[in-house]
Structure formats: C-alpha cells, structure tokens
C-alpha cells in the first residue's frame, strides 16, 4: 500500500520522424516535492522511449484519485496517519481508512431493481388481458382480466422483493445466511459486523491479511464482495473502509470543490475545498458511517486488527446510535 504525501507530473515533447510526441506521467514521494518531480521525470523519460519504439501506450496518464487507478498509488489527501495505517480524504470528501493488512468486507445488499413488483405483474396481465379478451369477445372482459392478474401479481412481486412469505429471502437476510455459512466454516475466524446504510461491513480480527493471498479471494467470493470493492483491494494492495458520512446522505447537495476532488489542489484553489471541507464536517458530526452490531467467531484477536479496529470505530462512530449516511 502506498499513499504518497507529495506528487508531481513530468512532460516531454519532442519532434519524432517529423511529428510531435508529448508524454506525461506523474510522480510521488513521502520524502519531498522535489524527489516527488524527480520520480514523475523518470517515469516520463521511460514511458517516452517505450511510445517512440512503437509500444502501444496511453501518452497522458490520467488524474484519478482511487477506483479504476491500476495500481497507481492512491491519490488523496492524507488526513490521519498511524503506523501502517492512513485515513485519507476521498474524491467526494468522506473520510476512508486504508490498511495494507487488516482485513475488511464489504458486503452491499443486492436490492433488486426498483420498478421489480411492476415488471413482475405487467407481462402476465397483459398476456392475461389479450387471451380474456380474444375468447370473450369483449375487451371490458379483457381490461378486468388485467387488472385482477395485475393485483394479484404485483402483491406477489411486492412479497418477493421484501422475502416475505418465504418465496425470496430478503437482501438482508441473503447477506446474514451467507456470513452465517461462512463462519460454520470456518469457526477459526473472528469477524466483526457493522451495518452500513447499504449492507454489512465486516472486520477480521483474527489475523491480518495480504490483499493478494488467494484467502482473501476465497473469502469475498463466499461473502458476496462487491466486485469494485475486491478489485480495487488488489489494484492498491489495501483494503478500505469509509469511515464518515457521504455528503449527499447529509444533506450537502454541492459536489466538493474545486471538481475534481482529486489531490493534490493548486494553491489558489485550496480555500475553496477548505471552505466545503468545514461544511461537510459540521454536517457529518451528526451521523454515523456504520453501526456495529455483534461480535462472532472464536475471538481470537490480533494486535494489529485491535489498533485498526480501535481506530475504526472511533472514526466512524460506530457504537453510537447516530443515524448512518
């Protein structure tokens, strides 16, 4: 995991065989802005002889600050720093913990489409409505005919959706079986559970992990990871956990300034993030990131879990009873 406190970007641009090649690539450093430049040169200078010879590159390297990044460090402005472990400020302006080796689950509800009842009753009713219809020669016989289906059918698209009457679990309940299978499985393990305002969160105390072992893989393949969530775990070599309110949960509508959020900010620019930054934290100390609900497994703790968890809750005022965002 690396999270580098100073950045850069190189340029170079050439004549080349009678056309023009401009090459940019940024650079980083925990040491000083000028070893930060010095790394963006080198990694420009490469990336230029590779392009010339007639490797197939992207001649820009794009500013992102975490998803999608590749494997390139992530860019953010760094908050808290612990030992090992960084909180940093992400692209819309929450708080997220990032750890190289303590183990954290992201599990978020698979919800189902919004209009689900609704699809559910209107084929069958008009299928419903068209035959009724066809027989008996009416199309008032046919309407009611819809209609009934429709009733019926949109009241068993409702049950599904919610898991009630047994026909379909609900999201909640799919997610708790499945961590319930899991640590049947493995009573080794220990894991802390918080909810989040969209599914569990999960903590592993028994152990710290290498995002790259294939445990880890097994682990979020069982749990039902979200995919964004595992990839990005193995593109920056951590796992994460966002650890304060997202602004529009809250109430702030305005995306933080200056857009992109990406760090770091020119200094003429810097007032006007330090101004949204204010509002935000004022408006997010009324809620909570999560809300921790039960402890299971063998309780088997591990130093480094214990300090990350410690942090963890702190941050995300998890055993409060602040409403999540």
């Not at 072992?213 to 595992?230: I, R």
Request: glycine share 10%; proline share 6%.
């Amino acid at each position: 995991m690396i999270i580098p406190a100073h950045w850069a970007e190189g340029r170079i641009q050439q004549r080349v065989d009678g056309r023009q090649i401009t090459v940019r690539r940024f650079g980083w450093s925990d040491e000083s802005p000028e070893a930060a430049q010095a790394h963006a040169d080198a990694r420009t200078q490469a990336a230029f002889g590779r392009i010339v010879s007639g490797e197939k590159l992207e001649r820009r390297e794009r500013k992102v600050a975490y998803n999608g990044a590749d494997g390139t460090p992530i860019r953010e402005e760094i908050v808290v720093r612990e030992g090992d472990t960084v909180v940093t400020r992400n692209g819309y302006g929450a708080l997220c913990l990032n750890t190289p080796d303590v183990l954290f689950v992201d599990i978020d509800f698979d919800m189902g489409r919004p209009g689900g009842a609704f699809e559910y009753a209107i084929g069958p009713a008009l299928i419903a409505g068209l035959l009724s219809g066809y027989a008996g020669r009416s199309w008032i016989g046919g309407a009611v005919a819809a209609l009934i289906v429709f009733i019926v059918g949109y009241r068993i698209g409702l049950q599904r959706k919610r898991g009630e009457g047994g026909i379909n679990p609900a999201p909640e309940q799919r997610a708790g079986k499945r961590i319930g299978r899991f640590m049947q499985q493995h009573p080794d393990w220990h894991l802390r559970i918080y909810r989040t305002p969209a599914g569990f969160r999960l903590l592993a105390m028994h152990d710290i992990f290498a995002p790259a072992d294939p445990v880890v893989a097994e682990c979020f393949s069982q749990l039902g990871v979200d995919k964004v969530y595992a990839r990005m775990c193995l593109n920056q070599n951590c796992f994460r956990a966002r650890v304060s309110a997202k602004p529009w949960r809250i109430g702030i509508a305005e995306h933080m300034r200056p857009r992109p959020g990406v760090w770091p900010v020119a200094p003429e620019r810097l007032p006007a993030r330090v101004d949204w930054v204010a509002r935000y934290e004022a408006a997010a100390r009324g809620h909570a990131a999560c809300r921790f609900l039960e402890a299971v497994g063998s309780g088997t703790v591990h130093p480094s879990a214990q300090r990350v968890q410690a942090l963890h809750d702190e941050l995300s005022r998890a055993q409060s009873e602040l409403p999540i965002a």
